[in-house]
T-cell receptor, first 116, second 116 residues
Framework: GESVGLHLPTLSVQEGDNSIINCAYS??????FIWYKQESGKGPQFIID?????DKRQGQRVTVLLNKTVKHLSLQIAATQPGDSAVYFC???????????????FGSGTQLTVLP | GAVVSQHPSWVICKSGTSVKIECRSL??????MFWYRQFPKQSLMLMAT?????????EQGVEKDKFLINHASLTLSTLTVTSAHPEDSSFYIC????????????FGNGTRLTVT
């Protein structure tokens, strides 16, 4: 059921600055990680993914860093824009085998607000 | 464009009634779909895994007789909330992945259920 009083962590950044959103995971068996962006009233939208055999992956304006030693994942957004304001979730799964169904475990999420 | 479609996007119903939510994969066949529930300012919680042609697998604490899942075709899974109560009010989201490759899960845009 719902936890009363639970609030998402928040991050406020100035437009044009870089944003760093962090995520800790606990399952050592996880080998595939994804960052999703969720705007209000919408479903999660894929941003970038990374496999456990990598420690960094770059996309357009976004970079994901993976530190398996401390089970930490981060999402860096360069030159943050107002359209980047949303809730960002990390998600993990133990398997990325082709043809297999992948159950995702989501992190708690971070509310990113871009200030003008 | 969207690869997973959910319908309806929002629904209001009275206590005691049942509500059906549809999840469709638009241009691929999904043998497995996932149903999530999300309360305000919280993360997505997996409710069940919907398997085409067989019974759904429910997560611990999710009542299978209350949340009926039917995955009768390779492009459609339905979630029926039976005898809805106000505490069932939530954002329900489905997801699916293309079984032929390692693409990440795609999510529908969610259904906002309000039980009065």
């Amino acid at each position: 059921g719902e936890s009363v009083g639970l609030h998402l962590p928040t991050l406020s950044v100035q437009e044009g600055d870089n944003s760093i959103i962090n995520c800790a995971y606990s399952n050592s068996a996880s080998d595939y990680f994804i960052w999703y962006k969720q705007e209000s009233g919408k479903g999660p939208q894929f941003i970038i993914d990374i496999r456990s055999n990598m420690d960094k992956r770059q996309g357009q304006r976004v970079t994901v860093l993976l530190n398996k030693t401390v089970k930490h994942l981060s999402l860096q957004i360069a030159a943050t824009q107002p359209g980047d304001s949303a809730v960002y979730f990390c998600a993990e799964t133990p398997s990325i085998s082709s043809g297999s169904a992948r159950q995702l475990t989501f992190g708690s999420g971070t509310q990113l607000t871009v200030l003008p | 464009g969207a690869v997973v479609s959910q319908h309806p996007s929002w629904v209001i119903c009275k206590s005691g009634t049942s509500v059906k939510i549809e999840c469709r994969s638009l241009d691929f066949q999904a043998t497995t779909m996932f149903w999530y529930r999300q309360f305000p300012k919280q993360s997505l919680m997996l409710m069940a895994t919907s398997n085409e042609g067989s019974k759904a697998t429910y997560e611990q604490g999710v009542e299978k007789d209350k949340f009926l899942i039917n995955h009768a075709s390779l492009t459609l899974s339905t979630l029926t909330v039976t005898s809805a109560h106000p505490e069932d009010s939530s954002f329900y989201i489905c997801s699916a992945s293309r079984p032929s490759d390692n693409s990440p899960l795609h999510f529908g845009n969610g259904t906002r259920l309000t039980v009065t």
